[in-house]
């Protein structure tokens, strides 16, 4: 039973480049979630969606970054443009109980982005 | 907005020893959920134990337990007969009842001692 995958789990882009961070939820999970974690800090939620809707985007940054999660395959986390201030590990979790009960969130083993 | 603090950036403690981990959230809620997630050098976030806001019994996963005080808005993790395998960042969480998010503290550093 495999558990959330994230690929890649380093990736280190130059300034001005597009990094794009795959995450596969859990099987049978339709929710997905994605946080991120600057050094010495805690996690920070990002977005929240459902298969090919954006639900929560409420700690995304309003320019460079956006995420989806089609239909058909992973969630993907897209920052253009990169920075350094871009450099973090980024989580994502899934769950697969919607907004009406707690849901559990199970986490990815993140992805560290380097950005030189 | 909610807020979880952990007051104590690093902690220490021997073998077979119990710790206890400090958390304070800020909340107007009356219902929610709190967690505590373990964080290894692997960085893999693992789940360790929650707590439902509603239920006045602590809860309890073999050698973790949780200090719930619903009124003083604390929340801590005691570790009983710690292992060198418990050595990790860990982490306090908060999620709204009808919530989809968790809200981090800063975290604890762990480091156990042979």
């Known amino acids: 039973n495999a558990g959330v995958m994230q690929n890649p789990r380093h990736l280190v882009r130059r300034r001005g480049q597009e990094a794009r961070l795959r995450c596969s939820p859990m099987k049978g999970h339709s929710h997905v979630y994605w946080y991120r974690q600057l050094p010495e800090e805690g996690l920070k939620f990002m977005v929240y969606?459902?298969?090919?809707?954006?639900?929560?985007e409420s700690g995304m940054p309003k320019e460079r970054f956006s995420a989806e999660f089609p239909k058909e395959g992973p969630s993907i986390l897209r920052i253009q443009q990169v920075v350094r201030g871009d450099s973090a590990a980024y989580f994502c979790?899934?769950?697969?109980?919607?907004?009406?009960?707690?849901?559990?969130?199970?986490f990815g083993p993140g992805t560290r982005l380097t950005v030189t | 907005a909610q807020t979880v603090t952990q007051s104590q950036p690093e902690m220490s403690v021997q073998e077979a020893e119990t710790v206890t981990l400090s958390c304070t959230y800020d909340?107007?809620?009356?219902?929610?959920?709190l967690f505590w997630y373990k964080q290894p050098p692997s960085r893999q976030m693992i789940l360790v134990i929650r707590q439902e806001a509603y239920k006045q019994q602590n809860a309890t996963e073999n050698r973790f337990s949780v200090n719930f005080q619903k009124a003083a808005k604390s929340f801590s993790l005691k570790i009983s007969d710690s292992q060198l395998g418990d050595t990790a960042m860990y982490f306090c969480?908060?999620?709204?009842?009808?919530?989809?998010?968790?809200?981090f503290g800063a975290g604890t550093i762990l480091r156990v001692k042979s």
């Open positions: 969480a908060f999620m709204e009842e009808y919530g989809n998010k968790l809200v």
């Open positions: 909340t107007s809620e009356s219902n929610y959920y």
């Open positions: 979790a899934s769950s697969d109980l919607g907004q009406k009960v707690v849901h559990e969130q199970y």
């Open positions: 969606l459902q298969k090919e809707n954006i639900i929560d």
